[in-house]
């Protein structure tokens, strides 16, 4: 089992930065990458960044050259940087650790509780 936290979501005016962390604990031999999603209100879920293991990333065409993801393995802790934000960027951000293959993601069933960020002046 794995447990997955989030922190680090607010309100911040367009064209700032927020840095969301997720703290993961526990183990599943399955997982191999994570994953960071959104969901704006009356939108679906989407994913906007995923790194594996081996430190490869993968970004969503509309957060590319703003978003960062990365991880600090020593403390079971994965980013993602996020700047020069725009309003369209609000939503709840949600962490998932789950499988990365041949350069496509797969969601895990492990999520955290999930964390909002609000981009208005």
């Known amino acids: 089992q794995v447990q997955l936290v989030e922190s680090g979501g607010g309100l911040v005016q367009p064209g700032g930065s927020l840095r969301l962390s997720c703290a993961a604990s526990?183990?599943?031999?399955?997982?191999?990458?994570m994953g960071w999603y959104r969901q704006a209100p009356g939108k679906r879920r989407e994913l906007v960044a995923t790194?594996?293991?081996?430190?490869?990333?993968n970004y969503a065409d509309s957060v590319k050259g703003r978003f960062t993801i990365s991880r600090d393995n020593a403390k079971n802790t994965v980013y993602l940087q996020m700047n020069s934000l725009k309003p369209e960027d609000t939503a709840v951000y949600y962490c998932n650790a789950g499988l990365g293959s041949s350069g496509t993601y797969y969601s895990g069933n492990y999520w955290g509780q999930g964390t909002r960020v609000t981009v208005s002046s």
């Open positions: 526990g183990s599943d031999s399955s997982i191999n990458a």
């Open positions: 790194i594996n293991y081996g430190g490869s990333t």
